[in-house]
């Protein structure tokens, strides 16, 4: 899907009826006998308001743009794209101590492997980590500092998982 376009049609949408507003608006002010100037004032407010809200939604629309382009060229650091044989989550710098890390604690949060895929998570921080399924399919007991775990996926299915030192570390693998 061209997302360019998607978005220039929603800018051409939003313009049109903008303008179609303040159109009706300068012809209302004209039948109530506005003197001429207060309908010009009129006018000129609302393509200033018209102008900014295109150019808003022209800002919305490019910034969304932008972000679909970017999620499918790094899909992979995303964990947003087709499964693949093998994905690498990172045990990101600092969760040890940042409870508010969220998403950003394993990196990506959320990946994707086919069935007898592997996933490979490397520590890169300086506290031991593990990667503990919540229902005890896979366990990578302590991955110290600079160390690894992989672990394969032989079936389907969604797999969640949290470092049992620092429970707010959360992640899912999904098999398919
Ligand atoms: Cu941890």
Known sequence: MNTKLL???????????????????????ADYGMSGNAADKKAADAKKLADKKAADAKKLADKKAADAKKDSGTGKATGKAASSDAVTVEMAKGTATNTECGGKCFVPNNVQVKVGGTVTWKNVDTAAHTATDSNGAFDSGMVMAKGSFKQKFDTAGTYNYMCIVHPWMQGTVTVS
């Not at 978005?7 to 002010?29: E, R, W």
């Open 7 to 29: 978005a220039s049609i929603a800018v051409f949408a939003l313009l049109t009826g903008v303008i179609g507003t303040s159109l009706m608006q300068s012809a209302y002010a």
